[in-house]
C-alpha cells in the first residue's frame, strides 16, 4: 500500500469580507503572539539538558510545526481570496453571501447564508458554495421552486427570501 493520496479538489476561492478579516486575524494572532510565546518555552525547556526526555521540548517543538503549516496554509489561502463585497444587480436571485429562506415540504423554514468553504464554521447556518444544496440554489430566483439531491434523499424546496448583508 501506497502513501499516495490523491489531491482533494480546489475549493471555491470567494470569501465575504467578515470571512477574509477573521482569516487575517487568525494568522495575525498564531504569528505575533502564539508562535513567539512558544518559540520561547521551547527556548527555555531546551535550555534545561536532555532534550530526549524533556516532554516540555517536544511537545512545543510539535505545536511550532502545527502553528508553521497554519500560518503556511492562511497565507496560501488568503492570497488567492476574491473578497466579495458588493451585493449582486439582481437582489431577487440568489447568489455568494446571500441568506436565503428556504420552506420545505413540510412548510418548515430554513435559513441560509451562502459562504465560501473557509467560513463554514463560523456560525449555524452557513454553508459552503461547494455544497449541493448551495450548487442547486446558485441563479435561482425568489419564490422558485426546486429539488436537489442531499444525503438524505431528493429534497423539495421553494425560496421565500432572498436577502443580503448591506456592504
Known amino acids: 500500500?501506497?502513501?499516495?493520496?490523491p489531491p482533494s479538489p480546489a475549493s471555491s476561492q470567494y470569501i465575504t469580507p467578515q470571512g477574509a478579516a477573521r482569516l487575517r486575524e487568525?494568522?495575525?494572532?498564531?504569528?505575533?503572539?502564539?508562535?513567539?510565546?512558544?518559540?520561547?518555552?521551547?527556548?527555555?525547556?531546551?535550555?534545561?539538558g536532555d532534550r530526549s526526555e524533556n516532554a516540555e521540548y517536544t511537545y512545543g517543538k510539535r505545536r511550532l510545526r502545527e502553528i508553521d503549516r497554519r500560518v503556511r496554509y492562511l497565507r496560501k489561502r488568503l492570497q488567492g481570496m476574491v473578497i466579495v463585497e458588493q451585493p449582486p444587480s439582481d437582489?431577487?436571485?440568489?447568489?455568494?453571501?446571500?441568506?436565503?429562506?428556504?420552506e420545505t415540504e413540510a412548510g418548515e423554514?430554513?435559513?441560509?447564508?451562502?459562504?465560501?468553504?473557509?467560513?463554514?464554521?463560523?456560525?449555524?447556518?452557513?454553508?459552503?458554495m461547494d455544497s449541493p444544496l448551495a450548487r442547486a440554489l446558485m441563479?435561482?430566483?425568489?419564490?422558485?421552486?426546486?429539488?436537489?439531491?442531499?444525503?438524505?434523499?431528493?429534497?423539495?424546496?421553494?425560496?421565500?427570501?432572498?436577502?443580503?448583508?448591506?456592504?
Open 109 to 128: 423554514e430554513i435559513r441560509y447564508r451562502i459562504v465560501g468553504p473557509d467560513e463554514i464554521d463560523r456560525e449555524p447556518g452557513f454553508i459552503s
Open 91 to 102: 437582489p431577487r436571485r440568489v447568489f455568494f453571501g446571500a441568506w436565503v429562506t428556504l
Open 139 to 167: 441563479g435561482r430566483r425568489l419564490d422558485e421552486e426546486f429539488s436537489v439531491e442531499l444525503p438524505g434523499g431528493l429534497r423539495r424546496f421553494v425560496i421565500v427570501e432572498v436577502a443580503y448583508p448591506a456592504p
Open 26 to 48: 487568525e494568522l495575525e494572532a498564531l504569528w505575533r503572539i502564539e508562535r513567539p510565546q512558544v518559540t520561547r518555552a521551547v527556548a527555555e525547556a531546551a535550555a534545561q
Open 1 to 5: 500500500m501506497s502513501r499516495y493520496r
